[in-house]
């Protein structure tokens, strides 16, 4: 069992900076692909960043390239997502998942099978 833990969200204003953190206990690997999505209401919960097997590749959907970075400390099982020069249209609920063993398919939800229960990120005009 994986239990998957953000933080780190909150209200900010346009232009402004927050940090994610998603912290993971239970049998995690070095081999977990770790990812962030969003829900926004009335939208499809979308892929935003990803982060390989090794932690050296980073994968990002293109409304965020330049402006977040994902990263993770696998020896803190944490994975973080800085979020830079946030846009209004950046604000949702974020979600962290974790896909056991790695996956290709690193911007598909159904890729994960683990997910935290979500931090709010609402970015104020």
């Known amino acids: 069992h994986v239990q998957l833990v953000e933080s780190g969200g909150g209200l900010v204003q346009a232009g402004g900076s927050l940090r994610l953190s998603c912290a993971a206990s239970?049998?995690?690997?070095?081999?977990?692909?770790m990812g962030w999505f969003r829900q926004a209401p009335g939208k499809y919960r979308e892929f935003v960043a990803a982060?390989?097997?090794?932690?050296?590749?980073?994968y990002y959907t293109d409304s965020v390239k330049g402006r977040f970075t994902i990263s993770r400390d696998n020896a803190k099982n944490t994975v973080y997502l800085q979020m830079n020069s946030l846009k209004p249209e950046d604000t949702a609920v974020y979600y962290c998942?974790?896909?056991?063993?790695?996956?290709?398919?690193?911007?598909?939800?159904?890729?994960?099978?683990?997910w935290g229960q979500g931090t709010q990120v609402t970015v104020s005009s």
């Open positions: 239970g049998r995690t690997s070095r081999s977990d692909t």
């Open positions: 998942a974790a896909a056991p063993s790695g996956t290709p398919f690193y911007y598909i939800r159904r890729a994960y099978n683990y």
């Open positions: 982060t390989s097997w090794s932690g050296s590749g980073t």
